[in-house]
């Protein structure tokens, strides 16, 4: 069995050391999903939510969030991104989530994809809350990735 890569030789938690690794282009793709009440996804798609603009909003603060990944997730290097994006879709008993994070880095991107789903979805929550409080949050996962050592990655 290999040694966990974020232990060092006492088994004490270390940032990896990613100095020594060649810069490289690495896209993450993550997705997730809210379900809510018809009355609540209607109030979003018509714009009249009592918040207002209820995914412009949730696409800002996911965007935002990729940018302070390493501020939230412990060991995480901090990457400069050179794109991410949030979108959405219409679903019938709610919305999902697509999120995109790129750099050239010696490090990937999905916790950065990872983080901006979940932080949209977590706004969409915030957002209609007043709607809806039984909203359900989930199927946050890493859909697809590339770049790096390990190359492309696709979800089954």
């Not at 302070?68 to 999902?96: M, N, Q, Y």
Request: with cysteine; hydrophobic share 45%; charged share 20%.
């Amino acid at each position: 069995m290999t040694r966990p890569t974020h232990l060092d030789d006492t088994g004490a938690a270390h940032m990896v050391d990613v100095g020594n690794k060649a810069a490289t282009a690495r896209r993450a793709v993550a997705g997730g999903r809210i379900s809510m009440s018809a009355q609540a996804l209607e109030a979003i798609r018509t714009g009249n939510a009592p918040k207002g603009d209820v995914l412009s909003t949730a696409r800002i603060a996911g965007i935002m969030a990729a940018k302070r990944t390493a501020d939230l997730i412990p060991l995480c290097h901090p990457i400069a991104l050179t794109k991410v994006s949030v979108e959405f879709e219409w679903e019938s008993d709610g919305i999902s989530v697509r999120a995109t994070a790129a750099t050239m880095g010696p490090t990937g991107v999905e916790m950065e994809a990872l983080t901006a789903a979940s932080v949209a979805l977590l706004t969409l929550y915030d957002m209609a809350k007043a709607l809806d409080r039984a909203m359900i949050l989930g199927d946050i996962r890493l859909l697809e990735k590339s770049g790096g050592r390990s190359g492309e990655w696709r979800a089954g």
